[in-house]
């Protein structure tokens, strides 16, 4: 079974910074592409971030690039990432997805996480 | 920037009603196009991919169809269990979502 387990949402300050993380289980987690998707308090869906099945390439959405930083650790079976700068905008539940396509970048998800709320506040 | 547009933002119908949920694209993104559920409290759950292929263990009544910028959800009959937020999400371009269609009961 599939599992993803999202953890290290806070309250943080404004320009304060903050490292998610992942937890996956049930797959063979280094064929895969990973992504970040998050969803503000009552909106809609945001793609976040993601990064290929090696680690080799990553891209951001225009509203974290710079600031956020996504990464991986295949032989720990888990994903990351890193926000610096934190805007009060970026308050909002933060999942981690699964890649549909094995070694491929396809950008649909078919295992989310739980999520991990991340707050920006002072 | 693709921008996905769903309508309409609410649509109320019985248990037994066929539903329809329209996503309409700023731009063409030929049929790379995927519908997710959500539950309030849950996860999105991926229902079709590449606008008409329905994911692993999604139930038949669920059917997408269209190409290029209009797409359509259908969900044949109504289940109790179908209620909920319904987004549209293209991977043409980046990767965009829609700002969702919430099925309610009538």
């Known amino acids: 079974e599939v599992q993803l387990v999202e953890s290290g949402g806070v309250v943080v300050q404004p320009g304060g910074s903050l490292r998610l993380s992942c937890a996956a289980s049930?797959?063979?987690?280094?064929?895969?592409?990973m992504h970040w998707v998050r969803q503000a308090p009552g909106k809609g869906l945001e793609w976040v971030s993601l990064i290929s099945w090696d680690g080799g390439s990553t891209y951001y959405a225009d509203s974290v690039k710079g600031r956020f930083t996504i990464s991986r650790d295949n032989s720990k079976n888990s994903l990351y990432l890193q926000m610096n700068s934190l805007r009060t905008e970026d308050t909002a539940l933060y999942y981690c997805a699964k890649d549909m396509e094995q070694q491929l970048v396809g950008y649909y998800f078919d295992y989310w996480g739980q999520g991990t709320l991340v707050t920006v506040s002072s | 920037e693709i921008v996905l547009t769903q309508s309409p933002a609410t649509l109320s119908l019985s248990p037994g009603e066929r539903a329809t949920l329209s996503c309409r694209a700023s731009q063409s993104v030929s049929s790379y196009l995927a519908w997710y559920q959500q539950k309030p409290g849950q996860a999105p759950r991926l229902l079709i991919y590449d606008a008409s292929n329905r994911a692993t263990g999604i139930p038949a009544r669920f059917s997408g169809s269209g190409s290029g910028t209009d797409f359509t959800l259908t969900i044949s009959s109504l289940e109790p269990e179908d209620f909920a937020v319904y987004y549209c999400?293209?991977?043409?371009?980046?990767?965009?979502f829609g700002q969702g269609t919430k099925l309610e009961i009538k």
């Open positions: 999400q293209q991977r043409s371009n980046s990767d965009t």
């Open positions: 049930g797959f063979t987690f280094d064929d895969y592409t």
